[in-house]
C-alpha cells in the first residue's frame, strides 16, 4: 500500500512539474508574439477602426438636409406677404430667405433656428394640412381655451331669525 502510494504521489509529482513548464512556455511564447508585433499591430487597428467611422459619419447624415423647392417657394411667399422679404419666391432657400425667417422668428420671441420653426409656419398660414380628416370641423385642429366655470356671486347665508 505504501509502495503504491509513493508511485501516486510521484506520478501526480511529475504532472503538475510538467503542466507547470508547458504553462511557462505558453507564456514565454505569446509575449514573444506580442512584443514582436509591438505597436504596430496596435496602431494598425486603430487605423483601421478610425478609418471605418470616418467612412461612415460622412456617408449618414440625420435630420432634414434640405427644404423641398416647393416647400422653400410657400414659405417665401408667406414670408413677403408678411413684409419680412422682398421680390419675388424663387423655390430656393438660400441666405435671402433664411435672414428673414430667423428675423420672424426672433420678432415673436421664438428662438431663431436655421431651420423654420413649426410655430412659425402655423403662424405664416403654413401649417398642417387638415384635408385628410373626416371631420375637420369637429376635430381639435387647433389649441382650444380652457373651459371654465361661469362666475357666481357668492350668497350671503340666510338667517333663520328674520
Known amino acids: 500500500m505504501k509502495v503504491s502510494g509513493s508511485i501516486s504521489a510521484k506520478l501526480l509529482s511529475a504532472v503538475c512539474a510538467l503542466l507547470l513548464v508547458c504553462a511557462l512556455a505558453q507564456a514565454d511564447t505569446s509575449k514573444k508574439a506580442s512584443t514582436s508585433t509591438g505597436k504596430s499591430a496596435i496602431a494598425s487597428t486603430k487605423k483601421a477602426t478610425r478609418k471605418g467611422k470616418k467612412s461612415r459619419k460622412s456617408s449618414w447624415r440625420r435630420g432634414q438636409q434640405k427644404i ?3 416647400r422653400a417657394r410657400e414659405i417665401q411667399e408667406a ?5 419680412y422679404m422682398q ?7 438660400d441666405q435671402t430667405s433664411q435672414k428673414a425667417m430667423e428675423r420672424f422668428q ?4 421664438w428662438q431663431s433656428k436655421t431651420v423654420p420653426d413649426a410655430r412659425a409656419l402655423i403662424k405664416l398660414g403654413l401649417g398642417p394640412d387638415h384635408e385628410h380628416l373626416l371631420n ?4 381639435m385642429t387647433t389649441a382650444q381655451p ?3 366655470l361661469p ?3 357668492p350668497t350671503e347665508p340666510k338667517n333663520p331669525n328674520q
Open 68 to 70: 423641398d423647392p416647393k
Open 79 to 83: 414670408l413677403i406677404r408678411e413684409h
Open 87 to 93: 421680390g419675388k419666391p424663387s423655390g430656393i432657400w
Open 106 to 109: 426672433a420678432e415673436n420671441g
Open 136 to 139: 375637420p370641423e369637429s376635430a
Open 146 to 148: 380652457p373651459h371654465t
Open 151 to 153: 362666475a357666481v356671486a
